[in-house]
């Protein structure tokens, strides 16, 4: 969308997120983008685009345990510096990032409040359980219990071809980036420059914004505080912007279902944590679910799912 068919929308800015429900930095970005799409309100629309972070295709592990062990250490090190919660220890690497990206897609069928609610919870299953949902039966177990989901035409509309064709023109934007972030050197730990891929493709860092408005287009690459990501926006649409109001907890967690020691210092005003919540302690600290959401949360029921056979990629 230009800035021009922004306006004619009668929207202000348009944010395209490039991010993929498996991966670290974009979990670590969950704060920031929850604060500024409360700033945005109703004066933007946001659009994600599923980069696809493991592709099928890529070569496996010689030993998946090793793999594992290192990719472990390596998110606890992305958590460290975002303060983002993060599992104990790593199942193994993510198969492939398709299920949960077709899923995703799915759900934005169902609404924009099922839809964060999906994501979360697929980002969730690597970065609280340890067990990514890279297959099918992982994804389903995973989405027990989300409010107001269905999860049977969640299955039906993720084995779409429609959906399927969506999140294969994701994939083929994300790796067209624009020439703002080729060879961009930027700030520690995360500089956000295009990734060099196999065959000489390039893709975006993950997670990068893109805004659209009345003052141009600005990319913010990489994993940045809040105050960013307003700045950006005062430059492609020159204010008045405010700073949204803080919340209680308990309203929070009404409004977004679950809550991370970040997101609570961000999001709400100085106070405890919600009183209705359910705590689920991990390596990086705690989370807290809304009852309705902790009720069927992979958390707090014990197994998991075996079954390899993934969402169709077609």
Known sequence: MTAEA???AGTDVEVVEYTDPLCPWAWGSEPAFRWLRAVLGGRGTWRRVYAILFDTGDDPAPDPAAEAAWYGRYIAEVCGHTGAPHAERLDRVALT????SLAARAAETQGAEVAERVLRRLRESEFVLGAPADTAARVQACLRGVHGLDVQRLRADAESAAVAASVHADRAEARD????VLGLDGPPPHPGGAKELDGGQRRYALPTLLLRGPG???VVPGWRPPQVYAEALRQVCPGPWEVPQRLSADRALEIHRSLSVRELSLLTADGP???????????GGPLWL???????HPA????????ETPFGVH
């Open 6 to 8: 922004a306006a004619e």
């Open 97 to 100: 990032s398709w299920p949960a």
């Open 177 to 180: 980036p624009l020439p703002e």
């Open 216 to 218: 141009g287009c600005r």
């Open 273 to 283: 944590p919600p009183s209705r919540a359910l705590r689920v302690e991990t390596a």
């Open 290 to 296: 809304h009852p309705e959401e902790a009720a069927g």
């Open 300 to 307: 707090l029921l014990s197994g998991r799912p075996g079954d």
